[in-house]
């Protein structure tokens, strides 16, 4: 969903000072945001924790000197003067600075599917186009299921890789299988995705 914004395309410095938080920036047209569920929520945050505790014991061993972020902003490497675009979930392995508005060089970039398919279709393309990313990673909400596309010597597949887990029934229920993070070497499961969250409904947002 679009704004009501006319006129010229608004630049990124300009949509920084107009926005309240509720919109990314799209070809200099602010674009409102999908607001999200519990379920979202509840993904995010699961995911973000796994890969934290990840990141901080690589830390402690001196091997992987990298940090994950919530709900940060990326610049596009094309049109990047018109396109102010927000992720899920985003690993980098450079250093905050403060007062840096986007994420310096991610590498990982990971976005739980919403109501609104081609919004997040359409950002995942142009992630593509940022040199340092190496791996995306999309995971619904409807089913325990994830899309990976990995950069092989520089080039991005045409399709996903297709991970589906098992809704494994008992008490107390959980999603079986992985996902393996390969820019960051780490392997996810399905049941730290998906803790917490009712795997019986097709709600999603």
């Known amino acids: 969903m679009t704004a009501a914004y006319r006129g010229r395309p608004m630049t990124v410095t300009e949509f920084l000072e107009w926005d309240d938080g509720r919109y ?12 999200h569920t519990d379920k979202h929520a509840t993904m995010q945050s699961n995911i ?17 000197p990298c940090r994950v972020a919530t709900k940060g902003c990326v ?25 840096d508005v986007f994420i ?5 970039i990971i976005e739980i599917l919403s109501t609104n398919q081609d919004e997040t279709r359409d950002n ?6 940022l040199d340092s990313v ?32 098992e809704v494994v029934h ?8 992985r996902v393996r993070l390969e820019s960051i070497g780490m392997s996810l499961d399905f049941a ?8 019986t409904g097709d709600g999603q947002a």
């Not at 730290?192 to 795997?199: A, T």
């Open 124 to 129: 995942i393309a142009r992630f593509t186009s």
């Open 75 to 99: 610049k596009p490497r094309i049109r990047s003067t018109y396109n102010h675009r927000k992720t899920d979930i985003t690993v980098t392995c450079k250093p905050n600075r403060a007062g």
């Open 48 to 64: 973000a924790g796994e890969i934290r505790s990840f990141l901080r014991a690589g830390l402690r061993a001196e091997r992987i």
């Open 192 to 199: 730290e995705v998906y803790l917490w969250c009712d795997m």
């Open 134 to 165: 190496r791996e995306i990673v999309l995971f619904h909400q409807a089913e325990a299921l994830a899309e990976v596309w990995r950069r092989v010597d520089g080039i991005w597949p045409e399709d996903p890789e297709i991970i589906v887990g």
């Open 104 to 108: 310096p060089d991610p590498v990982l």
């Open 24 to 35: 990314e920036l799209v070809e200099g047209v602010p674009r409102l945001m999908s607001p």
């Open 170 to 177: 008992g008490e107390p229920k959980t999603v079986a299988g």
